[in-house]
């Protein structure tokens, strides 16, 4: 059974002696991003005010890129360098593909992916037609399904990967931007508990990592804030590409906890709040993390 605590000022075992190990002063570097792809050059946000919502929290968020090492902040700089552009790519290949049940493909009915951009800022969203949370997948999911007449694609699966990669990839620079008000304050207000609950036999929450400790090393790694203005993240750790939700599920399992599935209720509503976070930051596209 998971074990799950609400997140207060005790710290579990494990988390008092990683307290102790930690220099007393971390920041992120001081970097700039400009990425040069095919259309230009583009700059990136990496640095923005807090969201109101964050107050008392947190004065300046960053994007994970800020928290790597040189290399590899060097290889989301250039198009030509990010491996992650591989799955944009192979995502472009599908776009155009006919591979509905009757011949269609997303451009028979969208036209280009650029018809998409500023759809990656403002998700996870309420659907204002049918009440439920959206994300990317869930949008290209029912696509597939509704319109294309095809089964539905596994939520980590490569052909979703890269369709994600795509999409993403037309609202890069644009500032993240996602609702938290109105129909979308319940899913909000759970994905906030979620985010403040420990789990695991480590007892530990999100926020103990990215809030508490961001900017110091965990092992080999570099703890950022966590945000998801990145993701799709290339991750060099993993060689391939991860969405939001993939990720979430290495971190609940890092504190040996049963997680929650990729399109759970529980997840959508966690990378909703995880995203309001980082309101303010630019969508990178495909992002490079190790």
Known sequence: MTRKVTL??????????????????????????????????VEIVTEAPAPVHLKGVLETIYSGWRFRNAETRALERDDFDNPGMVFVDRG???????????????????????SLKGLRAVTPRVDEKTGALMTLENYIDTCLTQRMGLESWNWTSTDMSDMLALISMQSRGMAVNVAIDGPAAPYWEQGKEIYYTRYGQLEMACANCHEQYFGHMIRADHLSQGQTNGFPVYRLKDAGLLSAQKRF??????????????????????????????????VEG?????
């Open 249 to 282: 599920v290495g971190c609940v399992r890092d504190t040996r906890a049963e997680t929650f599935k990729p399109n759970s209720p529980e997840f959508k509503a966690l990378e909703l709040y995880v995203a309001s976070r980082g309101n303010g930051l630019s």
């Open 8 to 41: 207060g000022a005790r710290l579990s075992p494990v988390l008092a002696v990683f307290a102790l190990a930690l220099p007393l002063h971390a920041t992120p570097v001081d970097d700039q991003l400009v990425i040069e792809g095919e259309n230009g050059p």
């Open 286 to 290: 495909v992002s490079v993390r190790h």
């Open 92 to 114: 472009r290949d599908k776009w155009n593909a006919a591979i509905g049940a009757k011949g269609e493909s997303c451009a028979s009915c969208h036209g280009g992916p650029e």
